[in-house]
Nanobody, 123 residues
Framework: QVQLVESGGGLVQAGGSLKLSCAAS????????MGWFRQAPGKEREFVAV????????YYADSVKGRFTISRDNAKNTVYLQMNSLKPEDTAVYYC????????????????WGQGTLVTVYS
């Protein structure tokens, strides 16, 4: 089992950038696909991005493609989400997740969730 802790959220002006981190504990981190989801007030949790265990393949939601970049460092047991050109509609609680593969991630069939970190974008 893997445990996840997110950090890096905060308040940022529209057009700005933030970088989220997700630190994982557990010896099997490198075997998981890792991803990010977000949940805005009154809305369902939605998929944002996923990266395969090897780091070689990534997928993004259309709403963040070209603005967000997911990456991972298996030596540090950490996955990142670099968020650029932020918009007010990006405001949400961002959750890190671990899944067996990318398909499981996009279907929200996760093995572990983090506790979330709040990102607020103001105009």
């Amino acid at each position: 089992q893997v445990q996840l802790v997110e950090s890096g959220g905060g308040l940022v002006q529209a057009g700005g950038s933030l970088k989220l981190s997700c630190a994982a504990s557990g010896r099997t981190f490198s075997s998981y696909a890792m991803g990010w989801f977000r949940q805005a007030p009154g809305k369902e949790r939605e998929f944002v991005a996923v990266i395969r265990w090897s780091g070689g393949t990534t997928y993004y939601a259309d709403s963040v493609k070209g603005r967000f970049t997911i990456s991972r460092d298996n030596a540090k047991n950490t996955v990142y989400l670099q968020m650029n050109s932020l918009k007010p509609e990006d405001t949400a609680v961002y959750y890190c997740g671990a899944a067996r593969n990318t398909a499981a991630m996009t279907n929200k069939a996760l093995d572990a969730w983090g506790q979330g970190t709040l990102v607020t974008v103001y105009s």
